[in-house]
């Protein structure tokens, strides 16, 4: 993108390779960690650029800690630090970092990469790896993906929602997954990021006593499905 078009509003978007007619622009201008006074301090940094905490949250220096958009994570899938800067992982963060220096016994057990934003009606929730990261990871990574809804299709009301699972050809571990869904039914993820933290599989999910009315979900919920869908 070279520039934005219009009088009063954006009407088009300039690109290197022509313009383009339209009525939104969705900015994602991207953040990195503000690490300049750790830096100046002689604290370390980790492969991700942000700040190196161990699971106490400490850093290389003595009595320093590090919390928030500035710290790694360790990432339960990938088994490495991970850069996470969300307001929920912050406040574990502190809360541990807060915990450790008033003397308690307390660790931030890390990440399954968990996230959720809403596109006007949507709701598009993922967790772990996409297929084209956990690939790009070296796994032997394959997806399913189905199409249900978040309640009963008789149910008034109901509407539709998509399941995506990626998973390790063979050992079939769950690497990731998402849900889409015209409201609250896309947190079904977090099922899936608890299986994730454990190291969860296909069999793991499909042994999962999910809750069940018609309000809420078919009787067979659209994670189970897509877990199905793998056999």
């Known amino acids: ?55 106490r949250m400490r850093t290389n220096l003595e009595e320093v800690y590090a919390a928030g958009d500035v710290a790694e994570s360790f990432h339960q899938v990938l088994k490495r630090p991970y850069w996470l800067p969300l ?18 016994e307390a660790r931030f057990h890390g990440v399954a990469g968990t996230a959720i934003f809403k596109a006007f009606g949507l709701a598009v929730a993922t967790t772990g790896l996409s297929l084209e990261a956990a690939l790009k990871e070296g796994y032997a990574a394959k997806k399913v993906f189905i199409k249900s809804r978040d309640g009963a299709h008789y149910y008034p009301g109901s509407q539709p ?3 995506e699972l990626v998973y390790e050809e063979g050992t079939e571990r769950l690497l990731g997954g998402a849900v889409v869904a015209f409201g609250h039914g896309a947190l079904r993820v977090d099922a899936l990021a608890a299986l994730l933290s454990r190291g969860g599989t296909v069999e793991d999910l499909l042994a999962l ?16 499905i897509a877990a199905q869908e793998v056999r």
């Open 161 to 163: 929602l998509f399941v």
């Open 209 to 224: 006593d999910l809750a069940y009315a018609p309000p809420f979900s078919p009787v067979w919920d659209p994670l189970l």
């Open 87 to 104: 307001g929920d992982v912050a406040n574990k963060h502190g809360r541990t970092a807060g915990a450790v220096i008033a003397g308690k």
């Open 1 to 55: 993108m070279t520039a934005l078009r219009g009088s009063g509003r954006v009407e088009a978007v300039e690109t290197s390779e022509g313009v383009v007619p339209t009525d939104l622009v969705l900015i994602a201008t991207g953040i990195r960690p503000n690490v300049e006074l750790a830096q100046a301090m002689g604290v370390a940094l980790g492969p991700t650029g942000a700040i190196a905490t161990d699971e």
